[in-house]
């Protein structure tokens, strides 16, 4: 019976882990959907996305990654990132309650390996200026990380 029990305790991960596997799994699904991810990139407006990913016909995506109802109620940031993309998704876990996300941005729900997209958010195309200067950036952040630099 305490074997039984043991099999049944479920693992709990913490917000690092939880924030890790979730960008991974949306990594993976956002390269099987054509695009090129990068990790951590800065915006000109300060603000630091989790992801950023340019797309096969040059559209840049935004993602938020959340790790837990309390990040996301702390960090009331992510209209700030809106202005940088063509697309703005969050990325939850399997167990957010995703009731608690606003219904505007799209929404995509990931883990280790890989993720679906539960909501397309409406398009909102950059401008042509606004874009050139983003994919030179993406292009040159990309180049720099892939010498180690």
Excluded: H
């Excluded at 029990?5 to 890790?20: D, G, M, Y």
């Excluded at 990139?41 to 959340?66: F, W, Y």
């Amino acid at each position: 019976m305490a074997a039984m029990e043991a099999v049944l305790t479920l693992v709990s991960i913490s917000r690092p882990e939880t924030t890790l596997a979730v960008t991974r799994g949306t990594s993976r699904l956002l390269v099987s959907m054509g695009f090129a991810p990068l990790a951590e990139v800065g915006l000109p407006n300060g603000r630091r996305a989790d992801l950023m990913a340019l797309g096969p016909k040059g559209e840049i995506v935004i993602v938020e990654v959340k790790s837990s109802p309390e990040d996301y109620l702390v960090d009331r940031k992510w209209g700030e990132y809106l202005p940088w993309c063509d697309a703005f998704y969050f990325a939850v876990g399997p167990e957010f309650p995703q009731t608690l996300l606003p219904d505007e941005p799209g929404l995509i729900v990931a883990d280790s390996f890989g993720g679906a997209v539960v909501r397309d958010p409406p398009p909102t195309p950059l401008a042509a200026a606004r874009r050139k200067a983003l994919t030179l950036a993406f292009g040159r952040l990309a180049a720099m990380r892939a010498l180690g630099r």
